[in-house]
């Protein structure tokens, strides 16, 4: 237990290091550095420890409860948490930049980098020290029919979920009320980005189906996985006021975990029985923390 703690503990320290170096050499607006310069670097560091603290833990989690080892887990591992925890964390950003004073699309694109810089710098070293060398992965096929009804289905739930936050959680916190009245965007198109980013969350979320042999931890991965896209929120942000920020964490995660809930309930389905012949070999998934 106490190897796996350092080894973990390594991992972190390799994310934040990984990180930090991406926002330094990566483009940003100057706009955006006059900010951030006026921000206490060691209160940022300890919020950034803590994010980069619960993205190796999920990534831990996922390895140590999967059948999938090696190239063939580090893909499915990268593929999840770089398109859940950057890309579609971000995409709607792309489209409001405009409400976020001297921030630039080339700053998303940043931001979008830098996650996937820390994940590739860790992956493989969680990888390394935690996969299952045990383990066998089950292969699996999807059904497409089945699978297009199911992510329309996601699509609409994540747009009724936002709605329902916005109605009865929004409106009754004076500061978030009064931050986004000050938002202009197009109706319309915030409709469609929040149904895409619907799906989009649910389609990346397929590999854990393969990797994972359980529904319960199934589900348990997707709700971590999602959580992922709420740590910024904990990092102080030139861009958001600190009451803002804190508003909007509490109800990100929230809505994420019990969206993740929802997903994982919907895509998990029915799972064929495993294959029980003699001449079989067995699927062996151990279930650890």
């Not at 792309?94 to 940043?110: L, S």
């Not at 980098?113 to 299952?132: C, R, W």
């Not at 999807?142 to 699978?147: A, D, Q």
């Not at 919907?266 to 029980?276: C, D, E, Q, S, V």
Request: aromatic fraction near 12%; proline fraction near 4%.
């Amino acid at each position: 237990m106490v190897k796996v703690f350092f080894k973990l503990l390594l991992c972190i320290v390799v994310y934040t290091v990984a990180n930090l170096i991406a926002n330094i050499i990566l483009p940003i607006s100057p706009e955006i550095m006059e900010a951030t310069a006026t921000m206490n670097p060691l209160l940022i560091m300890a919020f950034l420890s803590i994010g980069s603290a619960w993205i190796c833990f999920t990534m831990y989690f996922i390895i140590r409860n999967t059948g999938f080892g090696g190239k063939n887990l580090f893909l499915n591992l990268v593929f999840v948490m770089f398109f859940i925890m950057s890309f579609t964390r971000n995409i709607d950003t792309w489209f409001i930049v405009g409400a976020f004073p001297g921030m630039t699309r080339m700053d998303i694109v940043t931001v979008i980098l830098t996650g996937l810089i820390s994940i590739l710098a860790t992956a493989p070293l969680l990888v390394h020290f935690f996969q299952n060398k045990d383990g066998v992965a089950e292969k699996q096929e999807f059904n497409l029919k089945s699978l297009a009804v199911k992510l329309g289905i996601v699509g609409a739930i994540y747009l009724a979920l936002d709605i329902f936050f916005a109605l009865f959680v929004v409106t009754r916190i004076e500061v978030l009320r009064e931050y986004y009245s000050t938002l202009e965007v197009n109706s319309e198109m915030l409709v469609f980005f929040r149904i895409l980013r619907g799906i989009l969350l649910g389609i990346f979320v397929l590999p854990l189906k393969k990797m994972i042999k359980t529904k319960r931890i199934f589900i348990v991965s997707i709700c971590l996985v999602y959580l992922c896209m709420a740590v910024d929120l904990l990092l102080p942000s030139p861009l958001l006021p600190t009451n803002i920020r804190i508003a909007n964490l509490i109800k990100m995660s929230t809505s994420m975990i019990l969206f993740g809930i929802i997903v994982g309930n919907i895509m998990w389905g029915k799972k064929p029985a495993l294959n029980k012949r003699a001449n079989s070999p067995p699927v062996i998934c151990k279930f650890a923390l």
